[in-house]
């Protein structure tokens, strides 16, 4: 997607946050709710967004939808700020 769209959804302290909790392995839409004082829409449109930049996937089983972390792009970023930074790719 681009490294603007991954800086933009890496920007929002809700998403960070989503970010650490999968990183332990994937979650339900429920379980990830269930973790931040903010309503289920508002979680839905940060893990819509992080899905657009690509660091998360999700999978529907049945009802549920599960995320997991596509540490990937992450990968590629750190590569990136690297780079800037004068280190060896």
Same mark, same amino acid.
């Not at 930049?53 to 089983?61: C, G, P, S, Y």
């Not at 997991?68 to 280190?87: F, Q, R, T």
């Given at each position: 997607?681009?490294?603007?769209?991954? %800086?933009?959804?890496?920007?929002?302290?809700?998403?960070?946050?989503?970010?650490?909790?999968?990183? @332990?392995?994937? %979650?339900?839409?429920?379980?990830? @709710?269930?973790? $931040?004082?903010? =309503?289920?829409?508002?979680?839905?449109?940060?893990? =819509?967004?992080?899905?657009?930049?690509?660091?998360?996937?999700?999978?529907?089983?049945?009802? $549920?939808? $599960?995320?997991? %972390?596509?540490?990937?792009?992450?990968?590629?970023?750190?590569?990136?700020?690297?780079?800037?930074?004068?280190?060896?790719?």
């Amino acid at each position: 997607m681009g490294i603007q769209n991954t %800086l933009k959804a890496l920007s929002d302290p809700i998403r960070r946050e989503i970010l650490e909790q999968l990183k @332990s392995g994937r %979650l339900s839409a429920g379980e990830i @709710s269930e973790k $931040f004082p903010v =309503s289920g829409a508002a979680v839905s449109k940060h893990l =819509s967004v992080l899905k657009e930049a690509d660091l998360i996937r999700d999978t529907k089983e049945g009802k $549920f939808i $599960f995320y997991e %972390l596509n540490a990937s792009v992450l990968e590629e970023v750190l590569l990136w700020l690297k780079g800037l930074k004068g280190e060896e790719k």
